[in-house]
């Protein structure tokens, strides 16, 4: 490794697809100031961001529930059977739709667990080039070739074993990766 100084810490490599020299580990591409217009830190997402999820949404759910619960009692007091009965309704709906929820959400995240030390392996080696915004690995290991930012977010992600969790919008989902650039093994 070589120090530019200019704080950065180039790594002592080129990059296979333009030959530029200005490359950075994705991990410091994914923080650089430099690249904030480009939208780094989400194309080169090591996997989804789980954090808080689950229990936000059964936050959510519960305030739903409580809807429903305050509806039905609003029903009784009011001697308003249609009330009631929708209230109770809402509130049966809501408790099952949120446990329904919280449970896909701890197996999302059950599955990103599971899939981090493998999609660490892939991820922390590789090295992004500014010059052409192509992904790639030294001496081809753990992985070969040059990838756009999004067929490399696809490639850990699908590795991972969570590429099912890439959201509709992000050019990641229907990013190609070819086939064949993992070795098989380990
Ligand atoms: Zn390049």
Redesign the pocket.
């Known amino acids: 490794m070589a120090t530019d100084g200019v704080g950065q810490q180039p790594v002592d490599a080129l990059?296979p697809?333009?030959g530029?020299a200005e490359v950075h580990s994705v991990e410091e591409a994914r923080s650089d100031k430099r690249a904030s217009g480009k939208n780094l830190h989400s194309r080169l997402e090591k996997g989804p961001d789980k954090n808080g999820d689950g229990c936000l949404h059964f936050v959510e759910g519960m305030v739903l529930v409580g809807l429903g619960v305050g509806l039905a009692y609003t029903g009784v007091e009011r001697e308003e059977p249609l009330y009631t009965l929708g209230g109770v309704v809402l509130a049966v709906l809501m408790l099952i739709g949120t446990i329904a929820v919280v449970r896909s959400d701890g197996q999302e995240k059950a599955a990103a667990e599971a899939g981090e030390a493998r999609a660490d392996r892939l991820w922390r080696t590789a090295l992004y080039?500014y010059?052409?915004e192509?992904v790639f690995c030294l001496g081809g290991s753990p992985w070969r070739g040059a990838l756009t930012p999004e067929q490399f977010k696809k490639l850990v992600w699908t590795e991972s074993g969570y590429g099912d969790q890439l959201v509709a919008g992000d050019k990641a989902k229907d990013a190609e990766v070819p086939p064949g650039i993992v070795p098989p093994g380990r």
């Open positions: 990059c697809g333009c530029g080039c010059g052409c192509s």
